[in-house]
């Protein structure tokens, strides 16, 4: 677990080396182990330093979520994180030197144990990150690191680490003040070691800085009108950017705050305090669930079916090099895929491989790519109009106008040119796959992959089976997904599929709510208040009306009687039909002048006058909420969704879900099936049947059945 190995200069090297795991972690074995080895250096008199270093390529990775959610005791949990920083504490203030040889990534519970060394020395590993991003899975570092860092650093400048859980280079660490020294990777040890046989031979007694007599805390203390006004300033942004949804930069706050004007060892037991009240909040276990959890599982591609070999991927082709195309070859190109980017005209393929030149240029301003690197991507980018390029892909990805027929024909040009083994996707967003396939000579090898714009920062795919897709395609599907660094959700073919749906009843309620007479001030607050990105009528101008209202026809025309309209779709076809079509035209709930900021269109209360009784913000946040999550239920009863994990990874990452409730399905786990059930038949009643609650959970409700595990 820790290795132990004493030399002849009396240095004491404890190098971490967890069996089994690609990692270190804080876990039970792991902290006993800690809690032993230090009792050894510390007791042991032939020992005069101690260098503390991983054998693995990173230090530790931080503390074990699994470990975390085995108990919501919090007596349990507090004495957990004390014995830790008792230990720590035992260390640091023993008098022998502490040196810490920091290989790779030193995130979390790592630098937290990291920064009890008297001396750190980091690898030059460009991977290597340094940082406490506890917050942004909706904790807080437990292990000393509200306090160790502010005092080594100053409170001004831990805040952005703590706060917003930034992750620092070796250089950027260095400079913060958070290292001493970086070297040449694989000369950690060395250098760490080098500077205890100083420490040694001086003769000093190894001290923290904080634990000298008269310490002051770098850029002021606490109780400086300076940092009162920085606390203040932090207390307000955290406020504007969370709406008090999240508790967990408020507790880091108070740490910081009431910690900081204390001694250390009571600021430890304040710390803890917060730790463990932060962790047993509904908001923790909801991101920890779905940002870790799930999301690991999504990237491990877990729902790939099994017994199909991996297939490696050195070329792609991608037909329509417009903004989806685009950004899909210059996302294969950095994956280090050859790509044939096809267009109508030369020039429009170009134009489509431009747009990596523009990202390209952006990082080398940047430092974040080196020319060589950067000329590489771009000569794998082929743009052309011959489809004989594409002979040799593996796959072909189409992204040309959202028509049928139009698809058709570029199916059956590729297909007449690639391997007949090869898969054929379609980037398509609203037009069903099965249908879509019903072109292709091959459909078991057709297959949806719906990327989000801007691909490049989009994360989520949403990859589609059709009816006749076989298992080997998807599990192939899958395995560009994760080449391509991304994360894929599954689901089955349906229309608007499930992102896209689910999307439209945000904005659909925020028109429902103008349609009422509720103002649209209010709408858009309440759904930034609910933690939505943007609020729903500003988002409509974004996506444009007249995609809802051409959504909205097609869906009409297709099903018939079966069609059923939201009330959401009126007002859609009366912005449409006054042109106010949304931010592209300059014009929707929206006036978007040249050289101002954005503003309510005047007009809109000659439309939809103010009802005389306005709803509280709690009501439509709750409506904005819950209209999502019922119909998510509804796709997890028509198996559009297979599994509640892809529907919380997928909204989140989609449509930007709050994450701190998990997702619809973690939204509905936190509050119970059976009281969401009765929120569903209220809402029900006031608003219409859009919210009635689906028989998938009325049937949970009466089992007791639940999403998740019940201690999840
Ligand atoms: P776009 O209009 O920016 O680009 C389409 C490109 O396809 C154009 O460059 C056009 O010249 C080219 N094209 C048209 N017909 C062609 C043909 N026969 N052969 C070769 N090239 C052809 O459109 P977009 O926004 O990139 O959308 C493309 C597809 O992706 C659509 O199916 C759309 O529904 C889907 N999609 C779009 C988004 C989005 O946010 N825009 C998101 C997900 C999916």
Same mark, same amino acid.
């Given at each position: 677990m820790i290795d132990f190995n004493l030399d002849s200069d009396a240095i004491a090297t404890l190098a971490w080396n967890m069996p089994g795991r690609s990692q270190n972690v804080l876990n039970e074995e792991s902290c006993n182990a800690l809690c032993d080895a230090i009792e050894r250096v510390v007791g042991d008199t032939d020992v005069k330093g101690i260098l503390m270093t991983s054998?693995? %390529?990173?230090f530790i990775a931080g503390g074990d979520l699994e470990w975390l959610l085995t108990s919501d005791d919090p007596a349990v949990l507090f004495e957990r994180v004390m014995r830790l920083n008792r230990a720590l504490r035992k260390l640091e203030t023993c008098g022998k030197p502490v040196a810490m040889a920091l290989p790779g990534m030193t995130l979390g519970g790592g630098l937290e144990v990291a920064l009890v060394g008297h001396y750190r020395v980091a690898a030059n590993n460009p991977k290597a990150r340094f940082g406490l991003p506890e917050v942004t899975l909706g904790?807080?570092?437990? $292990?000393g690191g509200t306090q160790r860092l502010p005092r080594l650093i100053g409170i001004q400048k831990s805040l952005p680490l703590l706060l917003e859980g930034k992750r620092l280079s070796a250089a950027d660490a260095l400079k913060a003040g958070i290292l001493h020294a970086v070297v040449d990777a694989g000369s950690e040890v060395a250098a760490a070691h080098a500077w205890l046989l100083t420490a040694i031979a001086s003769g000093a007694p190894a001290q923290q800085p904080w634990d000298v007599k008269g310490f002051k805390v770098p850029g $002021? @203390? #606490? @109780?400086s009108p300076a940092m009162q006004q920085v606390i203040m300033a932090s207390n307000a942004m955290v406020r504007a950017k969370t709406y008090g949804n999240y508790p967990a930069p408020q507790h880091i706050l108070s740490c910081v705050y009431e910690g900081m004007i204390t001694d250390l060892d009571t600021a430890l037991q304040t710390e803890a305090r917060y730790f463990v009240q932060t962790v047993l909040t509904p908001e923790a276990k909801n991101m920890i669930r779905t940002l870790f959890f799930s999301m690991n599982e999504a990237n491990k591609l877990a729902a790939r079916p099994s017994g199909v070999p991996t297939q490696r991927y050195t070329k792609i082709g991608v037909i329509g090099a417009g903004m989806m195309g685009a950004g899909i070859a210059y996302v294969a190109a950095k994956a280090g895929l050859q790509v044939t980017l096809i267009d109508m005209a030369q020039e429009a393929g170009e134009k489509g491989k431009a747009y990596s030149q523009a990202l390209i240029d952006k990082q080398l301003t940047r430092g974040q790519t080196t020319p060589d690197k950067a000329q590489a991507l771009l000569d794998r980018i082929t743009p052309t109009t011959d489809y004989a390029l594409l002979d040799g892909a593996e796959i072909v990805i189409e992204a040309v106008f959202e028509d049928r027929a139009l698809k058709a024909g570029v199916t059956q040009r590729s297909e007449a040119v690639i391997a007949a083994d090869a898969i054929f996707a379609s980037n398509t967003s609203t037009l069903p796959i099965s249908g879509l396939a019903e072109a292709s000579a091959r459909p078991a090898n057709f297959i949806g992959l719906h990327f989000f714009s801007p691909v490049d920062k989009m994360k989520l795919v949403e990859v589609i089976v059709g009816k006749q897709t076989s298992d080997a395609t998807l599990a192939r599907a899958l395995d560009l997904v994760k080449a391509l660094g991304m994360t894929p959700i599954v689901v089955n073919d349906a !229309? *608007? +599929?499930y992102t896209s749906r689910v999307f439209s009843t945000y904005v659909l309620e925020g028109m429902a709510m103008l349609a009422e007479g509720v103002s649209p001030a209010l709408i858009d607050n309440a759904g930034l208040q609910a *933690? #939505?990105?943007?609020g729903p009528l500003a988002l409509t101008d974004e996506v444009s009306c007249e995609l809802i209202h051409k959504i909205d026809r097609q869906t009409k025309l297709d099903l018939g009687d079966a069609y059923v309209a939201r009330p959401g779709h009126a007002v859609a076809a009366q912005m449409v039909a006054l042109g106010r079509i949304g931010k592209k035209a300059g014009m929707g709930f929206y006036d978007y002048p040249q050289d101002a900021k954005k503003h309510l269109w005047s007009g809109l209360k000659q439309l939809y006058p103010l009802a005389a009784v306005q709803p509280t913000v709690q009501q439509l946040v709750e409506r904005l909420t819950v209209v999502q999550a019922v119909d998510t239920a509804r796709c997890m009863e028509e198996g559009v969704l297979r599994t509640a994990r892809d529907a919380d990874v997928g909204a989140i990452l989609g449509w930007g879900f709050p994450p701190f409730l998990g997702g619809p399905l973690s939204m509905i786990h936190s509050i119970g099936v059976a009281a969401f059930v009765a929120q569903c038949e209220r809402l029900a009643v006031q608003h219409? %049947? !859009? +919210?009635a609650p689906p028989a998938l959970l009325l049937d949970m409700a009466a089992k007791e059945q639940t999403f998740y595990p019940k201690a999840h």
């Open positions: 054998e693995k %390529a990173d904790l807080l570092p437990g $292990g $002021g @203390a #606490m @109780a !229309r *608007g +599929f *933690g #939505m990105p943007v219409g %049947a !859009r +919210f």
